[in-house]
């Protein structure tokens, strides 16, 4: 049951990052140039195929369909993430979209990060571990169970992400918008009397 949640996991991951790239074919095009690893003509290619790839091996993992293959491609692929991040960190080049689970706008000044790489590292390694496991299908009760079990939990992080972008705890962002507004009327006050 275990290796069917971690399958399971991985696969989420794969649904997550594909599931926003079929919307903005555009968006993953810019991305995949940013990087400015491929040739030309495979920058086209991979952003038309890396969706359908993401979606169908999250598929692939989650139902439990040749589960080997499917980490073993997941495993590879996740690899490509991780160098291509670690190759455009270690030139400095880090005003990037990740591109990993939705894209900014053009207008936007996104940034990849050490964490990035890292977290690629670590999907490589889990898919990796998938694929080298002698893993054998569990009951289908076991199966659902597993797959829900670790739905919800990738649907608490989803939320709690979501919700991380709309509420700030701690700070108060409309009080400081408003306390500086405050200072610069006061000021703008006291100049105009002189």
């Known amino acids: 049951m275990l290796w069917t949640m971690i399958a399971s996991a991985v ?4 649904l997550l990052a594909g599931v926003p790239k079929v919307r903005d074919r555009e968006g993953l095009l810019r991305v995949v140039r940013g990087y400015r690893i491929l040739p030309a003509p495979l ?3 991979v952003a038309a195929t890396l969706p359908s790839v993401e979606i169908a091996l999250g598929v692939a993992l989650i ?3 040749a589960g080997r ?3 073993a491609v997941a495993a590879v692929l996740f690899a490509g993430f991780c160098a291509g ?9 880090r005003e990037l979209d ?8 053009e207008n936007d000044a996104p ?4 964490f990035h790489a890292l977290r690629a590292a670590v999907l490589t390694v889990v898919a990796g571990a998938l694929a080298a496991t002698a893993y054998g299908p569990p009951p289908p009760g076991e199966h659902v169970l597993a797959v829900a079990a670790v739905l919800v ?3 608490a992080v989803v939320a709690a992400v979501q919700l991380r972008s709309i509420v700030h705890l701690g700070r108060r962002p409309v009080d400081e918008h408003l306390s500086k507004a405050s200072i610069e009327l006061r000021v703008a006050s006291a100049i105009s009397r002189y």
Do not use: H, P, S, Y
Not at 11 to 14: A, M, S, T
Not at 111 to 114: H, P, S, T, V
């Open 85 to 93: 991040l670690t190759v455009n960190l270690l030139q400095g080049r």
């Open 43 to 45: 920058e086209r290619f």
């Open 153 to 155: 939990v990738l649907a």
């Open 63 to 65: 139902a439990g369909f």
């Open 11 to 14: 696969g989420g991951v794969l």
């Open 98 to 105: 990740c591109g990993c689970f939705a894209f900014g706008q």
């Open 111 to 114: 940034r990849i990060g050490w």
């Open 69 to 71: 293959v499917a980490a």
